[in-house]
């Protein structure tokens, strides 16, 4: 049984703000530090108080009776949720979009002053609608229809590709890089990869003293780079061409490239005066402008165009208490048609449902959970458990990975 299989047979056949560091920068990470860990003892003390619904359609229980919550939450609108885990461990799957994959981050220490930010990933079975966990791999991208990934081995820059089948964990072939390979990604037919080359590990972390002699590890920022360019490969074949790209003070250390939705050019993003800037190249490695229907979009807004092309997702646009809003705009025009909740718009469910981070009420610091939320209504409708924040700055809690699914 694979993943479609599962979500219809449970549906019954439905379905970084980037900005440079300023002075006295080491003393505020470490302050931030301290912070989260005294934020999360008091944000227990208040949970321990509070009682909160976990997912539309089931009901508050009475005060002293035993919490009768189903683990997974099924409806007749295409969702699989389950707003009791945090990580998830059973898929969860919103229309043509599923939770393919997660991954959480922490430093690894190479010297006295460099690391590296490594990732262990997640993977949905598709035979079992499970996330397992699977730490040979530095680097995830899944294909549409979550049965395939392209993965790196531990080591970065990666001299070969993974083309992983997700049902048995065993790599189907490897296709060799000239070049060292440190992203990959998808264009949206699932056929062609996208891998950014890079001359060192993208993910270098440096040490920072404060002024009380405490220290953190932080990523490099714009200007370090080591990006040179990027192979545009076919699937079925390995084949493919590499081409360079110039050296620029705006970016970070990883700047992974990705298809735009044409699949003509690919888009990374910049560093500059507003967040989620993007510059576009054509194929062989010169700056373009962006697509019509893509100048307008956010690199830091992953959900982009709605699957018929008619709206944008873009970024946080107003909060009030424990509520987000992000704008939604005609693509063409820029124009702000409406507005939808989430503080993060992740992937489109359909033309007028999005998955989102969302803030999960209650008092204390932002903690987010992936919610269902649709343009035109104010209901969210919970997908996973409150994603806690981590007591450890350095660190990166679960960060989810969708991929369309395919019937």
Same mark, same amino acid.
């Given at each position: 049984?694979?993943?479609?299989?599962?979500?219809?047979?449970?549906?019954?056949?439905?379905?970084?703000?980037?900005?440079?560091?300023?002075?006295?920068?080491?003393?505020?990470?470490?302050?931030?530090?301290?912070?989260?860990?005294?934020?999360? /003892?008091?944000?227990?003390?208040?949970?321990?108080?509070?009682?909160?619904?976990?997912?539309?359609?089931?009901?508050?229980?009475?005060?002293?009776?035993?919490?009768?919550?189903?683990?997974?939450? &099924?409806?007749?609108?295409?969702?699989?949720?389950?707003?009791?885990?945090?990580?998830?461990?059973?898929?969860?799957?919103?229309?043509?979009?599923?939770?393919?994959? *997660?991954?959480?981050?922490?430093?690894?220490?190479?010297?006295?002053?460099?690391?590296?930010?490594?990732? @262990?990933?997640?993977?949905?079975?598709?035979?079992?609608?499970?996330?397992?966990?699977?730490? !040979?791999?530095?680097?995830?991208?899944?294909? +549409?229809?979550?049965?395939?990934?392209?993965?790196?081995?531990?080591?970065?820059? #990666?001299?070969?590709?993974?083309?992983?089948?997700?049902?048995?964990?065993? =790599?189907?072939?490897?296709?060799?890089?000239?070049?060292?390979?440190?992203?990959?990604?998808?264009?949206?037919?699932?056929?062609?990869?996208? #891998?950014?080359?890079?001359?060192?590990? +993208?993910?270098?972390?440096?040490? =920072?003293?404060?002024?009380?002699?405490?220290?953190?590890?932080?990523?490099?920022?714009?200007?370090?780079?080591?990006?040179?360019?990027? *192979?545009?490969?076919?699937?079925?074949?390995?084949?493919?061409?590499?081409?360079?790209?110039?050296?620029?003070?705006? $970016?970070?250390?990883?700047?992974?490239?990705?298809?735009?939705?044409?699949?003509?050019?690919?888009?990374?993003?910049?560093?500059?005066?507003?967040?989620?800037?993007?510059?576009?190249?054509?194929?062989?490695?010169?700056?373009?402008?962006? +697509? #019509?229907?893509? !100048?307008?979009?956010?690199?830091?807004?992953?959900?982009?165009?709605?699957?018929?092309? %008619? /709206?944008?997702? &873009?970024?946080?646009?107003?909060?009030? %208490?424990?509520?987000?809003?992000?704008? $939604?705009?005609? +693509?063409? @025009?820029?124009?702000?048609?409406?507005?939808?909740?989430?503080?993060?718009?992740?992937?489109?469910?359909?033309?007028?449902?999005?998955? #989102?981070?969302?803030?999960?009420?209650?008092?204390?610091?932002?903690?987010?959970?992936?919610?269902?939320? @649709? $343009?035109?209504?104010?209901?969210? =409708?919970? &997908?996973?458990?409150?994603?806690?924040?981590?007591?450890?700055?350095? @660190?990166?809690?679960?960060?989810?990975?969708?991929?369309?699914?395919?019937?």
């Amino acid at each position: 049984m694979n993943v479609d299989e599962l979500v219809r047979d449970a549906l019954r056949e439905q379905a970084a703000r980037l900005t440079a560091p300023g002075p006295g920068f080491a003393d505020r990470v470490l302050t931030v530090r301290r912070r989260r860990r005294t934020r999360r /003892l008091a944000c227990a003390a208040a949970a321990a108080t509070a009682v909160v619904a976990v997912a539309v359609g089931v009901p508050l229980p009475d005060a002293g009776k035993e919490d009768v919550r189903p683990a997974a939450v &099924l409806d007749g609108n295409g969702v699989l949720a389950h707003p009791d885990q945090s990580p998830p461990r059973d898929l969860i799957a919103a229309g043509r979009s599923v939770l393919a994959a *997660y991954y959480t981050a922490e430093p690894v220490a190479r010297s006295d002053d460099r690391a590296v930010l490594t990732r @262990t990933y997640r993977l949905l079975d598709p035979e079992t609608g499970r996330y397992e966990r699977d730490d !040979r791999w530095s680097f995830v991208a899944v294909a +549409p229809g979550a049965r395939t990934a392209a993965v790196l081995e531990r080591e970065l820059p #990666a001299r070969r590709i993974g083309v992983l089948d997700l049902a048995t964990g065993r =790599v189907d072939r490897w296709i060799p890089a000239d070049r060292g390979v440190g992203g990959l990604a998808f264009s949206r037919d699932g056929g062609r990869l996208v #891998a950014t080359t890079y001359g060192e590990h +993208p993910d270098l972390m440096e040490r =920072v003293e404060g002024s009380s002699g405490d220290v953190a590890w932080v990523p490099r920022f714009g200007g370090t780079s080591s990006r040179s360019g990027f *192979y545009v490969l076919d699937v079925a074949d390995g084949r493919g061409t590499w081409s360079p790209v110039a050296e620029r003070p705006d $970016i970070n250390g990883r700047q992974d490239f990705a298809f735009s939705r044409d699949g003509r050019l690919v888009y990374s993003q910049v560093i500059g005066g507003r967040d989620g800037l993007q510059q576009f190249h054509d194929l062989a490695g010169n700056e373009v402008a962006a +697509p #019509a229907d893509e !100048r307008h979009l956010r690199s830091d807004v992953s959900a982009r165009l709605s699957p018929d092309g %008619r /709206l944008a997702a &873009l970024g946080l646009t107003a909060e009030a %208490r424990d509520r987000s809003w992000s704008g $939604i705009r005609d +693509p063409r @025009t820029g124009e702000e048609v409406t507005r939808v909740r989430g503080a993060d718009l992740l992937a489109w469910a359909d033309d007028r449902r999005l998955i #989102a981070w969302e803030r999960a009420p209650g008092p204390g610091e932002y903690r987010p959970r992936l919610v269902l939320v @649709t $343009i035109g209504s104010e209901k969210v =409708v919970p &997908l996973s458990g409150v994603r806690e924040p981590d007591e450890v700055f350095e @660190t990166a809690e679960w960060q989810p990975v969708f991929a369309e699914r395919r019937a």
